[in-house]
């Protein structure tokens, strides 16, 4: 069984910035990939960062340049945000793509956490 553990959200004033958290936990045997994704009411959930196993990041047009996406080796996964954006509110899911033992590729979510910028 697989958790993920999500923290750091709240509510900041335009133009700080925020560090999400993801701590995955269980029977993962290696992880492929890790990232964040955000949904906003009213819309699909969108992928904002992504790191691969060999260190490899993607990032969506709307945050590069100002969110940061990186990971350590005990299965944390952390998006360091800056000059946050009113239209970066929105609900933020940790996602977790990982092999176990049997070589079987799994992906699993978090619960997210919310993030709100006021401005």
């Known amino acids: 069984q697989v958790q993920l553990e999500e923290s750091g959200g709240g509510l900041v004033q335009a133009g700080g910035s925020l560090r999400l958290s993801c701590a995955a936990s269980?029977?993962?045997?290696?992880?492929?990939?890790m990232g964040w994704y955000r949904q906003a009411p009213g819309r699909q959930r969108e992928l904002v960062a992504s790191?691969?196993?060999?260190?490899?990041t993607h990032y969506a047009d709307s945050v590069k340049g100002r969110f940061y996406i990186s990971r350590d080796n005990a299965k944390n996964t952390y998006l360091q945000m800056n000059n946050l954006k009113p239209e970066d509110t929105a609900v933020y899911y940790c996602?977790?793509?990982?092999?176990?033992?049997?070589?079987?590729?799994?992906?699993?979510w978090g619960q997210g956490t919310q993030v709100t910028i006021s401005s």
């Open positions: 790191i691969h196993s060999g260190g490899s």
């Open positions: 269980g029977s993962i045997f290696s992880i492929n990939v």
């Open positions: 996602k977790l793509t990982y092999f176990e033992r049997s070589g079987v590729l799994y992906e699993y």
